[in-house]
Every structure is written in C-alpha cells, then in structure tokens.
C-alpha cells in the first residue's frame, strides 16, 4: 500500500503562527494531494501537486515534494483560529488507481 | 460548495436491522466513493465505482454492498446493521478524464447503531 502518514498527529499553535505538517509515502505515485475536513464533516480539496512538481502555493498554502524521499509536506502560514480542523495527504498512483488518504494531523489554533 | 449529497445525515438504529445510505451528485462525475471513518481517524475506502454497472470493493473489508444504475446516484446498503458498523460515512465524487483523482466530499452520514 502507498498509504501517506502525516506527521505530527496533531499539532497546537497560536493565532499567527506558521504550521507545517509533514505526509511520507511508500511507492511511486502520480500526484499527492492535501485534503481539510472540520469537525464531523466531510474533506475540502486543497491543493494537488504532480510527481514532476517541487513547490506549489495556493492562498496561504505552501507545498512541497521531494520525490526522492517519498515526502510532502503543507504549511500553513499566519494561521487563523478558523484554520483549526484536520488535514490529511493522498496519494494517487499510477493508471485508474483510487486515491490512499494518510492518518491526518489535527491541528489546533488557539486564538 | 460541492453539489455532492449525503441522506440521512444521521441516523440511530437497532441491531439487524436493513440501511441504505444515500449520496448523489449533481456533477456528472463518473466516479464514486464510499469511506468509513471513525471519529478523529484516518479514511478507509469501502467501495468505489468508475461509472454506471461498475462497482469495486476497496481496501476495508465491509458487509456492505452498493449499486451504481445511474450516474448520479451511488446508495450503500447495510442488510444487517450491527454495533461495529457504528461509525461516519462519507461519499465523494471525482472529475472524469483528468487522472487526477481530486475528490469532492459530501457532509457525511453519521450511523449509531444500538
């Protein structure tokens, strides 16, 4: 299985600060792709990076792949309290495959 | 928002009896999901269908089975409910032809069963 982990399991941070949230893999995939859900409901796409892309930005969103290390990672700079919520990786590999969703990090932003 | 629908939201039934949990979706996507999570929990894929007449089971194994006769329309059904199929239900939908498998969520179905 090519299922993402993300790292840390939850995380806690003030108002105006940076979060980073890591997401590892195992094999070869197409895209990775970072997802949000709040409390009880279901996942907000957020942002999709392709194998062949290094950095992507989106709003206040900052992703990275290093393929070579089979690792993603999202920051979330100037966080808000409403940015509190989990956020999990997926992964898309090759052909007509479904996506695998990682663990997911809470994150907590205390206003 | 995604025009993605999940019914009944919530529901609370006896040990045994018959569920159908219904999602539709009014983009045209050819495929489908189906998840189970537990609360706080990572997803796991139950069932999935890549258009009309075609229905695969995912990595979760599940007493559930599910039908895919229109497009739109992707219902789970549970024959015998029983306390360990308590959990969140969640459905999703993709855009055909990208390859890129974005996926777009409805609210959830949150199951108790007693």
């Known amino acids: 299985s090519q299922q993402g982990e993300e790292d840390p399991q939850a995380l806690s941070i003030q108002e105006g600060e940076n979060a980073t949230m890591n997401c590892s893999y195992k094999?070869?995939?197409?895209?990775l792709q970072w997802y949000r859900q709040n409390s009880g409901r279901g996942l907000v796409h957020l942002i999709l990076?392709?194998?062949?892309?290094r950095e992507k930005h989106s709003g206040r969103l900052r992703v990275t792949l290093d393929t070579s290390k089979k690792s993603s990672s999202l920051l979330i700079t100037a966080s808000r309290a409403a940015d509190t919520a989990s956020y999990f990786c997926?992964?898309?590999?090759?052909?007509?495959?479904?996506?695998?969703f990682g663990k997911g990090t809470r994150l907590s932003v205390i206003a | 928002e995604a025009d993605i629908y999940q019914t009944p939201r919530y529901l609370v039934i006896g040990t045994g009896k018959k569920i159908t949990l219904e999602c539709s979706q009014t983009m045209g996507h050819d495929k489908m999901y189906w998840y189970q999570q537990d609360p706080g929990m990572e997803l796991h894929l139950i069932h999935y269908s890549y258009g009309v007449n075609s229905t695969e089971k995912g990595d979760l194994s599940s007493e559930s089975t599910v039908s895919r006769i229109r497009t739109e329309h992707f219902p789970l059904t549970l024959e015998s409910a029983r306390p360990s199929h308590t959990s969140q239900y969640l459905c999703?939908?993709?855009?055909?032809?990208?390859?890129?498998?974005?996926?777009?969520f409805g609210p959830g179905t949150r199951l108790t069963v007693l």
């Open positions: 990076i392709r194998s062949n892309e």
């Open positions: 997926a992964t898309k590999g090759s052909g007509n495959t479904p996506l695998v």
């Open positions: 094999t070869s995939i197409n895209n």
């Open positions: 999703a939908s993709s855009i055909p032809g990208t390859g890129n498998n974005e996926q777009f």
